[in-house]
């Protein structure tokens, strides 16, 4: 599977801004889509995930600001981030996970400033 992540970009505190993740090739075998970020000298933290039949999860800092959605038709998968913070300012990821392997795609910056 093959994964683009765009979106990306500068937005201010409150704002919000739109992930996409792109997916290609063996679609139909991915059990869920999820969302990371990486912040400068952090570890890269799991942000969403939604599953193949549509069930969502939120970490702690995502749930009530972030949306995790999909378009099949579009093979795509949101995040829809709200009420941004500048600790929300990191790589965000996408990443397919499948019954015998992990997929990424390239990251897209987010910067949020105060």
């Known amino acids: 599977v093959q994964l683009q992540a765009s979106g990306g970009g500068l937005v201010q505190a409150g704002g919000s801004l739109r992930l996409s993740c792109a997916a290609s090739?063996?679609?139909?075998?991915?059990?869920?889509v999820g969302w990371y970020r990486q912040a400068p000298g952090m570890q890269r933290e799991w942000v969403a995930r939604?599953?193949?039949?549509?069930?969502?999860y939120y970490s702690d800092s995502a749930k009530g600001r972030f949306t995790i959605s999909r378009d099949s038709a579009k093979k795509r998968v949101y995040l829809q981030m709200y009420s941004l913070k500048p600790e929300d300012t990191a790589v965000y990821y996408c990443?397919?996970?499948?019954?015998?392997?992990?997929?990424w795609g390239q990251g897209t910056q987010v910067t949020v400033s105060s």
């Open positions: 990443n397919a996970q499948r019954l015998t392997s992990t997929d």
């Open positions: 090739g063996s679609i139909s075998s991915i059990i869920t």
């Open positions: 939604i599953t193949s039949g549509g069930m969502t």
